[in-house]
């Protein structure tokens, strides 16, 4: 019952600020309308009523006795007496929303036995009551303030429009304080798939604290990813100079197995300064721009398939729609899983999915995959499998899923590892939000 209760109640934080809101406004209304206008006004209505009763009881005695004593009786007790009777009812009449009025034929007729009908409805400022006498019917009418209380129902009118007026100005200054929240909770979630929102404190003294330290650690997080850029670009220029001075100097060394294996070695070494620089530049001196996902992809299967690579796009590649991320992040993302799967496969094919809330980059391969206990590790940094240390295969040094994997977070997505239904090998899918 908890459980249903909760999925019904409202997810936004204006939703649950409205609930709090109404909930104890509503509550109040009924406790106060069953608690002091029922009782109060019935109570008031019935000792009223009851005052009324005992003057009847003296006009109906006294027609009976002398039907001219009794409209002498009638004028001093402002009532107004017809003998016989002008109207016949053989029920009584009654609004449904009068409260007080079925207190007032309840207690007439159990005070008076002979009261045939009481009329509250054609006439709303007086109360028509139908005797059966020995003289005939008779008829009286009386002033409807005299049995109940006036306006009875202003209370409630008042109570229910100040309820509404106090609703709107609680929510005018509700709405402010959580302003502040939703603009603090947009600037997390722009950071998050890598974008940077305009932010400034705003709101209650925890809100800027709040806010204030989001800004702060956003910017040691900028500041800090663009020392590691600077810092391992400063490292790969400095290991580039004796990289090549070591490539000249093998050059001018006769051609024979070691010279060739030590340009072999150059060229690994330089290969793996210039992935280790992919990877700690990650995304982070790219702008995010709004690009065509579709043509994005199109392009990076495009350029495999002229480099030889049996790379095929299966689904999306018609699609029309517009993302914004870091363009040549992803493409190096995409790049890298796609050289994976041709790697460790004979071919390879891409499919793109587009949600309202994701953008689903698939890429599988007929390779041996990647068993399910082993696919955490193979996103990490410099982590590389069996068949990855495999100098046959054309082993890397365990970055291209890592770097793929990093760029995913940056676009506030992810990075899925499983198993291919198509081609039976390894289905990586590059997640990223919209």
């Known amino acids: 019952m908890f459980a249903r209760l909760k999925a019904m109640m409202p997810r936004g934080l204006y939703g649950r600020a409205a609930l709090i809101l109404i909930v104890p406004i509503v509550t109040i209304q009924l406790v106060v309308s069953i608690g002091f206008i029922q009782r109060f006004y019935e109570n008031v209505t019935l000792q009223m009523t009851q005052g009324v009763v ?20 009638a004028q001093a007790l402002e009532f107004t007496l017809a003998l016989p009777a002008e109207w016949q009812a053989t029920a009584d009449a009654s609004t449904v929303w009068d409260l007080s009025g079925r207190v007032v034929i309840r207690t007439l007729h159990q ?86 929102l305009p932010y400034r404190p705003r709101g209650a003294t925890e809100v800027r604290a709040a806010g204030s330290a989001f800004l702060e650690m956003r910017a040691r997080i900028e500041r800090q990813i663009e020392q590691r850029t600077l810092m391992l670009s400063g490292v790969s220029h400095d290991l580039r100079t004796p990289l090549t001075r070591l490539r000249l100097g093998l050059a001018m060394v006769p051609e024979d197995e070691d010279s060739a294996a030590l340009l072999a070695d150059v060229a690994d070494m330089e290969r793996l300064v210039d992935e280790f620089l992919a ?18 992809v199109r392009r990076v299967v495009e350029n495999a398939q002229r480099a030889g690579q049996a790379v095929v796009l299966r689904d999306g590649g ?21 050289g994976n799967a041709i790697r460790y496969g004979s071919r390879a094919e891409v499919a793109l999915t587009l949600t309202d809330r994701v953008v689903r980059i698939a890429v599988e391969d007929d390779g041996p995959g990647i068993p399910k206990g082993r ?43 499983g198993q291919s ?7 990586a899918e590059l997640v990223l939000a919209r």
């Open 111 to 196: 005070a008076l036995p002979g009261l045939v009908a009481a009329d509250l409805q054609s006439d709303p400022g007086a109360v028509r009551l139908l005797f059966a006498t020995a003289r005939g019917p008779l008829a009286v009418t009386v002033d409807r303030h005299r049995v109940s209380a006036s306006n009875p129902h202003q209370l409630l009118v008042l109570m229910i429009l100040t309820s509404i007026l106090m609703t709107i100005i609680a929510y005018l200054f509700l709405r402010n304080q959580i302003r502040p929240i939703t603009k603090l909770a947009e600037a997390s979630e722009a950071f998050g798939k890598g974008r940077h």
């Open 54 to 73: 005992v003057e009847l009881r003296l006009l109906l005695g006294a027609v009976a006795a002398e039907p001219g004593e009794g409209r002498k009786m």
């Open 318 to 338: 018609d699609a029309d729609a517009t993302v914004r991320l870091r363009p040549a992040a992803v493409v190096r993302a995409l790049e890298n899983l796609v």
């Open 279 to 296: 990877f700690a530049r990650g995304d982070a001196m790219e702008e995010a721009e709004t690009v065509d996902v579709a043509a994005l």
């Open 421 to 427: 239904d198509a081609l039976g090998g390894l289905k």
């Open 375 to 417: 696919r955490d590790e193979a996103v990490l940094p410099f982590a590389r499998l069996d068949l990855a240390r495999d100098p046959n295969r054309g082993g890397g040094v365990g970055l291209g899923l890592a770097i793929a994997a990093d760029i995913a977070l940056s676009h506030g997505g992810s990075l899925r590892l």
